[in-house]
Every structure is written in C-alpha cells, then in structure tokens.
C-alpha cells in the first residue's frame, strides 16, 4: 500500500514522469544503514518518514527529479548526524550510475534494473533490432511483446476473452522475473518467424535420402533457435551391405558427423548456437564406435552423445554376462559382447571426455504416456525431454528464488506461479509456428510442455539448507510433489475448458481411469542457462558454480562477480571486504576460508564442494516427480577416479533416473569454467581467478551444454 503524500509525481533521469514511491526512499536507505553495519529497522523508517516530511515542504506542487530526491537524502544523513551511512549511500549512487553507464554502451534502455550480464546476454541474442540493427526494445516491452502474443491464443477458446487482461497476467509473472520461457519463446513471439519451441526429436531412417533429409529439417529448426535429439539406432552398422549399389555401409558415426557438419555451418548466421543429442541402442553393432568417438579433441564439437542402455544390458552388467548386438536392418544378433567390458568402456570414456552419457530407455518407456503412439527413442539435446519421431515440446521455468519470503516458502505465489504459466505454455502450442507439418501435427496431438524450476541454490541458501544434505534432498521432494500435483490440476481444468490432448484416448491416462489432462506431459527439469541469467538465479536444479567469479562480459572486459545473497550476508555480518571477495575468486568456493562464518559455509555449498552422490540423489528427487526427465550435470572434481563415474552411473539407474550426464573438471580442452588455481597448467595458460563465460550459468561448464 503506498503512503500518501503531497509529491505524486517524480521526473526520472531520461525525462520520463511517474509515480512517486516513498518506499523507494527507505529501501536505498536500508541498503547503506547496512553497507556500514548501522542500525536499522525503526530508524530507517523514521528517517524516512521524516525525509518525505521535509521533501513535501520543499516540493510542494511540483515534480522533484530523481537526483534531486537522492541529493536531499544525502544532506538529510549528514544533518542527522548518519555521515558513514551517507557516504555509503552516494557509493550506491555512484555505482547505479556506473552501471547505467555501461548499459547505455549495450545501447540498452532498462527500467527493470537488471544486472549488467543480464543486460549483455540480452542485448546479444534477445531484444528486438530495427532494419539497421540497432536496439529496438526495452526488457520491459520484450516482456510485453511476448505476453501479448501468447495471450492472442485465448481467442481460439473464447473470441470474448480478455486478452490484454491475460497478457497483462502474463507480464507480471515475467518481468517479476518469477517465470522465464525458453529462449525461442522470448526471441521469437510476437514476430514473423514466430517458432516457440526448444525442443525437438527428428527420425533418422536407413537410407541416404531420409538421413539427408533429416539434416535438412534439423537445419531448419536451429535457424529458428531450437534444438534437435536423434538416434541413430535404425541406420545399418558399418561394413553393412547397399543393396541399391552393391557398396558397403559407412555406419552410424560416419553420418553424425555430416548433421555436425551442418550445424557448424547454419550456427554462423544465428543468434543462437545449434545443439543437437546423438543416441546409439547399446545393442547396435557399432557401438564400440559410437563410445570412444570423442576420443578424438575436436570430434562432433555440436553433439552431446548417450548411450540407451535397457533394463537387460544393467542387469547382465551386474552379473557379468554377454549380449548379442542386433543389425537393426535384418534384426538379427550378429555378435555378442560382455556387457560389464561395454560398460566399463563408457564410465571410461565418460570420465576422460564427458560422454557418453546414460539413457535409461526403458525407464523412459514405461512412463511414456501415449505408447499407443509410438515408442519413445531420443531426447533433446540436454536428455530432459524424451520425445517421439516428429514432436516438439516448449519449456519454461519458475524461478524458486523469488518463491522465498523472510526465510519461509510461499506456496501460495508458488501455486499462483504454476498456475499462470501452465497456461502460458499451453497457449505458446497454439500461437507458435512450426517448421515442419509433421511437427505440428504431433505436436497438438500431444500437447507436451515442460514446465519446471530454477534457482534452487538460491533458494536453499534462503532457507538456510546447506546443498549437499538430507533436508535439501527433503525439500526437493516436497517441492516438487507440489509442483506435480498443481500442474496437473491446472492441466486438467485446461482439459475441462479446452478439451483433452487428441492423443488422449488410449493414453496411460485413460487406461488407468484418470481424469483427462490438457497436455500429455507437463513437467520437465530443464537445465535453463541464459534464461536463469535473465531471471537473476542459479541454474536450473544445479548447486552454485561459484561465489565469487571473474565473467567475461565482451571481448577484452572481464567483470568481478559475487553471488548477491552472499554478498548481502557478509555485509549484514561485517566480513564483507573487496580482498575477501578476491580471494574466494581464486577457487571460486569458501569451503576453506576461516576469514567466513562456518554456518555461512555450510550453506554457500558450490557445484565442485558436493559430492557427487549427492548430485545423483538430487535428481533422483525431482525425477520422482516429474512427468519428462531431469536435466542435471554430475560434477566430478579433476582429481575424480573412473571408479567414481562407475558409482555415480549405478547410482543414477538404481534411483530410477530416466538418465545422467557426467563432466569431470578439465577432460575438455575448451570450458566456458575455469578455475585457474586448479587448471593453470592444464589449459596451457596460468589463470588467477575462476573465470566465467558470459551466458554460463551453471551445471556443465562444456560448450556443447546449449541452455
């Protein structure tokens, strides 16, 4: 509720009218009681209450500027006696005035008062441009121009709908910053490209024609910003008969490498690099092949590889049998292997280069809601979507961190969020243009979306709840049981107004008598990159990468970064100081620094201080809940053992994960992470402190890692 005063409006800095908030006031002021550790609370209130006294006697009648406002405040400090808290507070101006500086470089206007790296990542791929390339819009009006455009679909249900009173809904949620779609979704609605969707899964069928075809369409899609899954289990093995020519088969690997080739090229004319998923059937014949072809440095640079492995391989893993390969042109066994030594070769593989990763193909089968619509054989490219030939699917995520009031959770504006932006994603199916027929017509007929969360770190340090242990592994549980349960209410009211997903009948739904849902799918754990950078927050379920980090914001300009809730604590605390801050920027964690507060410790817990048996668990806990599957990097120190990886892989089958992807620190000789202190030497240049890629939010610090 806003106080009344005799001042109703105020001039801002770029000559634009608005509303006066008083509450601004004391907020600035809070901010430099606590830089210099003063009392607040009371006084701070007080204070105010009296400046805006004194500003209505001075201003009385007119329209005060912003710095008019901010140099009253500084005198008023001074005259009572607050001259520490003053200086603090013209630091605060100084540095707000810095950062619009180098906001107004990006030639970027933004009322929103987001970050600088918000504000670059932005400015390079998602804000409209005009015919000669310069910044069209605000984040304020990209915001608006996507809630409008996806709130046009209300008018296919009802033609009397409110939309701008929806698309006004959809706008608070996002320029609150509490819910981010996928990042087509935020470059593409509201233009004439207008392709929403992140996700999508080609079939790749055995012959040269299909299999070029498929490069085609792949092409197709990353020009509009999304990503492509494939396996590559139909294509005849290597060394195979052509019947059409008489000549033998290249096998599977010698093509993945033409759809790389492609996506190299098509990714130079895009504002978004393309990312595609390879899959080879454990049981294909050449899938020794398939395992060590990232042996080779710079081999399929665009492509994460997984191997789906079935229920059967991990059973004769375990009791160390053989297994026959299968030619998938004549289903016939050709061969058989011991499928610990296959094994064995991929945790191997794993550990040296970061793939293989693990798909769980028949765990991901025995939740796939329309088998009587086909059997599910690839993901996306990040492993949390699992799709049929053709589908697509659109993602969006919560922001947790904003789900956090005084150290308590609110469901309630949790429930609110879910509840708006299942919607959201149900109406982007429809507004959304897709690059093939195909697509489009699966894609409705199932209605998959994949709603899911983000800035779990914060939010756990909020609470208190250190990363790494058993009442973090509770909270995602209970956090995300809620999340299933309020989806899917949301998705069957949807049904109820809307009809069911076409799909629908015959589904797992409908065998098992529940009520009809909207969208086949409605939950995904995704692994959310620059769309968490947007929204100020850790990256998708993936603990902090770093406390304090060096990001590189453009060519030749690095920025110190810290993460704001711990800044906010050492300052509260007093053991803020720039030296700390350097200093924890030469690992990038205080697991070690007795100059920080234990309890704090405990709780800033980074990517590199958790084991990775935790990693596993906390995936394991959101995929108990979770329609799709869960996208979340193990992170192995550089010092991990292949015995490790083995353990983590085990662990991730006997929790029921529907997969799991690993990085050990360093077995890339190009990351978007360094941490200079641990891998001067290896890279082959010494690095002081831990250095960050632009857009990398967390989670796997590889390239090809696209979101």
Request: glycine share 6%; hydrophobic share 40%.
């Amino acid at each position: 509720m806003k106080v009344p005063t005799k001042i109703s409006q105020v001039r801002k800095r770029d000559g634009r009218v608005v509303e006066f908030e008083p509450q601004k006031i004391a907020n600035a002021t809070r901010k430099a009681f606590a830089a210099v550790k003063a009392p607040d609370g009371k006084v701070v209130d007080e204070l105010a209450k009296e400046i805006v006294a004194k500003l209505e006697e001075k201003y009385a009648g007119k329209v005060p500027g912003v710095e008019d406002i901010q140099d009253f405040v500084e005198e008023h400090l001074v005259k009572k006696g607050y001259s520490k808290v003053a200086k603090a507070y013209i630091l605060y101006r100084q540095r707000r005035a810095e950062i619009r500086e180098a906001k107004k470089f990006f030639g970027v206007e933004d009322e929103l008062k987001l970050p600088i790296n918000t504000i670059r990542v932005l400015e390079r791929r998602y804000l409209q441009r005009d015919d000669r390339g310069r910044i069209a819009e605000t984040p304020s009006m990209m915001f608006r121009r996507v809630a409008q455009a996806v709130a046009l679909a209300e008018l296919n249900y009802d033609q009397k709908a409110d939309v701008d009173s929806i698309a006004q809904e959809f706008y608070n949620l996002l320029s609150s910053l509490q819910f981010m779609p996928n990042s087509p979704t935020l470059m593409n609605a509201g233009t004439s490209l207008g392709q929403l969707s992140a996700c999508f899964v080609l079939p790749v069928e055995d012959s040269l024609a299909a299999i070029f075809e498929a490069v085609k369409y792949m092409a197709l899609i990353h020009q509009s910003g999304g990503g492509t899954g494939f396996s590559f289990s139909r294509i005849r093995p290597k060394g195979d008969m052509v019947r059409s020519t008489h000549g033998i088969a290249s096998g599977p690997v010698s093509f993945i490498r033409a759809f790389d080739t492609a996506t190299d090229i098509v990714k130079q004319g895009g504002r978004r690099r393309g990312a595609n998923m390879g899959i080879l059937r454990v049981d294909h014949p050449d899938i020794l092949e398939f395992i060590t072809a990232k042996s080779k440095e710079d081999f399929l640079l665009n492509f994460n590889l997984s191997v789906a492995v079935t229920d059967d391989f991990m059973k004769k893993v375990e009791t160390e049998e053989e297994y026959y390969l299968i030619n998938p042109r004549t289903k016939e066994p050709v061969k058989t292997l011991r499928a610990k030594d296959v094994f064995d070769l991929i945790v191997t593989m794993a550990w040296k280069t970061g793939d293989p990763g693990l798909i769980f193909i028949d765990e991901i089968n025995r939740h796939n809601p329309t088998p009587q619509v086909g059997e599910i054989e690839s993901t996306n490219p990040c492993g949390e979507q699992p799709l049929l030939p053709y589908e697509s699917c659109n993602l969006g995520s919560i922001n947790l961190s904003k789900m956090i009031d005084d150290g308590s959770f609110n469901w309630n504006r949790f429930g609110g969020a879910i509840k708006t932006a299942v919607r959201f994603l149900d109406d982007v199916i429809d507004v959304s243009k897709f690059p093939l027929f195909e697509i489009e017509q699966i894609t409705k007929a199932n209605r998959k979306i994949g709603l899911g969360v983000m800035g779990l770190a914060d939010a756990v340090v909020q609470l208190g709840i250190p990363y790494n242990s058993e009442e973090a592994i509770d909270l995602a549980e209970k956090i995300m049981k809620f999340f299933e349960e309020e989806s899917h209410k949301v998705s069957a009211e949807l049904a109820r107004q809307r009809g069911p997903f076409p799909n629908f009948k015959g589904s797992t739904y409908d065998r098992s008598g529940q009520p009809p849902l909207r969208n086949a799918t409605v939950t995904t754990i995704a692994p959310t990159g620059t769309i968490s950078i947007i929204a100020g927050c850790s990256s998708g379920i993936e603990p902090l990468f770093a406390i304090s980090f060096v990001r590189s914001v453009m060519e030749g300009t690095q920025l110190l970064e810290a993460n704001p809730l711990f800044e906010k604590i050492a300052r509260e605390r007093g053991f803020y100081s720039t030296e700390l801050m350097m200093n924890i920027a030469k690992t990038g964690s205080v697991k070690e620094m007795s100059e920080v507060p234990e309890d704090v410790r405990r709780i800033f817990t980074t990517a590199f201080d958790a084991a990775p048996e935790w990693h596993v668990r906390m995936q394991a806990a959101f995929q108990k809940h979770t329609d799709n599957s869960v996208s979340k990097t193990i992170n192995f120190a550089h010092d991990a053992t292949v015995e490790d990886v083995r353990k983590a892989y085990l662990l991730a089958y006997k929790l029921k994960c529907k997969g799991i992807t690993v990085y050990r620190y360093g077995s890339k000789k190009e990351q978007v992470l360094y941490i200079g202190a641990v891998m001067g030497k290896e890279i082959g240049e010494q690095l002081e402190y831990v250095s960050a890629d632009s857009e990398y939010a967390g989670g796997c610090p590889y390239p090809s890692c696209p979101y």
